[in-house]
């Protein structure tokens, strides 16, 4: 299995109140991303990383900013959490920018904006 | 814009019965990836096979087969004897060349396996 470790894997939290998620990779890969899954929706990019400081904004960024200081670590961040965004999100790595590479994901976090 | 389309939101079946996901997609570019992820109860997501878009051969693992037909931009998911562990969701999902490689997904299949 690709070591990738998201944090919290549960978090429950209340409207307005900034949030943050892990994702830690020991892999070493350089492409890291973060998507969304909701039913009727599959899987939603929302930010992924292409390295260190490298980011960019998916198909559902509005709400959400990203950051990687380090190769192995990806956060996403809510400002101001709404209730929207309650969701299960994802982490994903990817090892190069070869096509064939399938992305692994991480276990996902389970969030709840009440 | 690129697109994945699985028109099949819940299948159920009887165990020992052959059952097909289907998939399909859109997209502008002559490179690309096609992919099928397993999600199962337990929540992870596993990845189960890739087809470039240059290579129509169907493939056969066990009792998962594909079938990739770009003529009708299909790329179809058969599990022959189906068992109870077969119970997820299925996502299909289109990767491109260009840029960092992003995945669309498929709004996914539900798929049980009744015993």
């Known amino acids: 299995d690709a070591g990738i470790t998201q944090s919290p894997r549960h978090k429950v939290t209340e409207t307005g109140t900034p949030v943050t998620l892990r994702c830690h990779q020991t892999?070493?890969?350089?492409?890291m991303y973060w998507y969304r899954q909701d039913p009727g929706h599959g899987l939603r990019l929302i930010h992924y990383s292409y390295g260190v400081k490298d980011t960019d904004k998916g198909e559902v960024s509005d709400g959400y900013s990203v950051s990687r200081s380090k190769t192995e670590d990806f956060l996403l961040t809510l400002e101001s959490a709404t209730s929207s965004q309650t969701s299960v999100y994802f982490c994903a790595i990817s090892e190069s920018l070869e096509g064939h590479q399938p992305q692994h994901f991480g276990d996902g976090t389970r969030l709840s904006i009440l | 814009a690129q697109k994945v389309t699985q028109a099949q939101t819940e299948i159920s079946v009887v165990e020992k019965e052959d059952v097909t996901l289907d998939c399909v997609y859109e997209?502008?570019?002559?490179?690309?990836?096609l992919f099928w992820y397993k999600q199962p109860p337990s929540g992870e997501l596993v990845f189960l096979i890739r087809?470039?878009?240059?290579?129509?051969q169907n493939e056969i693992s066990g009792r998962y087969s594909w079938n990739f037909q770009k003529s009708t931009s299909s790329f179809n998911f058969t599990i022959t004897a189906s068992q109870v562990v077969d119970s997820a969701v299925y996502f299909c999902a289109l990767r491109s060349i260009q840029g960092a490689q992003k995945l669309v997904f498929g709004q996914g299949t539900r798929l049980t396996i009744n015993p």
């Open positions: 087809r470039n878009s240059f290579d129509e």
């Open positions: 997209t502008r570019d002559t490179t690309y990836y």
């Open positions: 892999e070493n890969h350089r492409y």
